[in-house]
């Protein structure tokens, strides 16, 4: 082990970094800094300065990084239309970013020797952490107890916490490993591992309810946006952070942005999760619905594709990278003219589009209707001569 005199934790008070605080001081005999990020985690932070230095911590800082992670995270992935594998709305993935880069900030004002995360060397997390980690101190010693402890199972480290007294709010029946912030709830673990077992889901869901226990009359909402960015819920302006608080309510109420599926992580092994995110779910709805009334075909078209890659580069923890900054250029001019006002309904786990306006509505009634317009039917002939004619010349060719 490389001598280490004071080291950095991405502390959440959970399993993992709960008994590492101890471990390092066991094993690498350093001052152990823990610190906490505030990405909307809420009661989950209760408490966490306490019980840091009650295991050993020297100092433990809590980091209200809430607004910086929807302004520069969530929002340009949901501008990107950013969805991995067609299902994950990506809330654990641009969430490592922004705490991993305030750790680095944190570790080099303290003049830490290493940086420590209770990542697993199965999961995707230790990439995202130690991507960003190299980004912005590429020079300092990372230490993750996972790829170095004899420790074998989460069993393993609740043995391993209560030998040494230290408190968990988890037992070995609800040990599931779960991922919590402002965008989204994630579950995995236990029955979860067995993809054939239907998820206990009034034992483990806790933004919201199943879609046969949401109420039977539907919720409606509307949502304005300005450049790609929702700005005002039912008409009243709201910052990020309270929109999607507020999204989150009323989405979970109606049993809505439920996910079960099993994934490709980046390591290599699929892996089975479920997601809770309502506010999210009803963002993307809304956001896709306003960019069919205002990209054209071509840029819609060759957004959806960048996308798929978008969604891929978050996931896979490359966000301070020059493809993902150059994406994001492209997206950001795509979303000049995302503005508008979107009628969403809520019913019983779905998310129903129910009205769409824009000043920068390129869907123009006079030429859509199946009405008397001034358009030219007759144009449309030597249209199809010209668009078939490959077609035309090798049918003739092959008779």
């Given at each position: ?27 690498y ?25 009650k ?47 305030r ?17 697993t060397?199965?999961g ?21 107890p ?12 609740i ?42 889901y ?18 409606y ?60 779910a ?72 129910a ?12 030429l ?32």
């Open positions: 082990m490389k001598p280490v005199k004071k080291a950095v934790l991405a502390y959440s008070g959970g399993l993992d970094t709960s008994i590492i605080i101890p471990w390092l001081k066991e094993n005999g350093c001052e152990v800094i823990a610190v906490a990020a505030d990405v909307g985690q809420g009661e989950e932070l209760s408490g966490l300065i306490e019980k840091a230095k295991t050993g911590a020297s100092a433990c800082y809590i980091e209200d990084l809430r607004r910086e992670f929807v302004e520069d995270y969530i929002f340009p992935t949901l501008q990107a239309g950013a969805v991995y594998e067609g299902q994950y709305l990506l809330g654990t993935s641009f969430a490592r970013p922004v705490i991993g880069r750790i680095v900030d944190i570790a080099l004002r303290e003049g830490a020797d290493a940086i420590v995360h209770g990542c060397g199965k995707n997390d230790q990439v995202r952490f130690e991507l960003a980690i190299k980004a912005f101190a590429p020079q300092m010693t990372i230490i993750a996972w790829r170095e402890w004899d420790l074998k199972s989460r069993e393993d480290e043995a391993y916490a209560e030998a040494r007294n230290i408190p968990l709010t988890i037992t070995r029946e609800t040990n599931y490993s779960k991922d919590k912030n402002l965008w989204h709830l994630s579950h995995e673990g236990l029955d979860l591992e067995d993809p054939n077992n239907e998820p206990l009034d034992k483990i869901l806790e933004l919201g309810v199943t879609p046969e226990k949401a109420p039977d009359k539907a919720t909402l509307t949502l304005d946006f300005a450049a790609g960015i929702p700005v005002a819920l039912d008409g009243k302006a709201l910052d990020g952070v309270a929109l999607i608080e507020r999204l989150n309510a009323l989405g979970g109420a109606n049993g809505v942005g439920l996910v079960d599926m099993v994934e490709n992580r980046l390591v290599g092994m699929k892996s089975r999760g479920v997601y809770e995110t309502p506010g999210g009803i963002l993307y709805k809304a956001h896709a619905a306003l960019e069919t009334l205002t990209l054209d075909r071509d840029t819609a078209h060759y957004k959806e594709q960048l996308a798929v890659r978008f969604a891929e580069l978050v996931y896979y923890g490359q966000w301070f990278t020059p493809l993902r900054r150059a994406l994001s250029a492209f997206v950001s001019e795509t979303q000049k003219k995302v503005s508008g006002r979107v009628k969403l309904k809520l019913y019983k786990g779905n998310i129903i589009l009205g769409l306006t824009s000043p920068h509505s390129l869907y123009d009634t006079e859509a209707s199946f009405g008397e317009s001034d358009y030219n039917q007759k144009d449309a002939e030597g249209f199809i001569n010209l668009f078939g004619l490959p077609s035309k010349v090798e049918a003739l060719l092959n008779r």
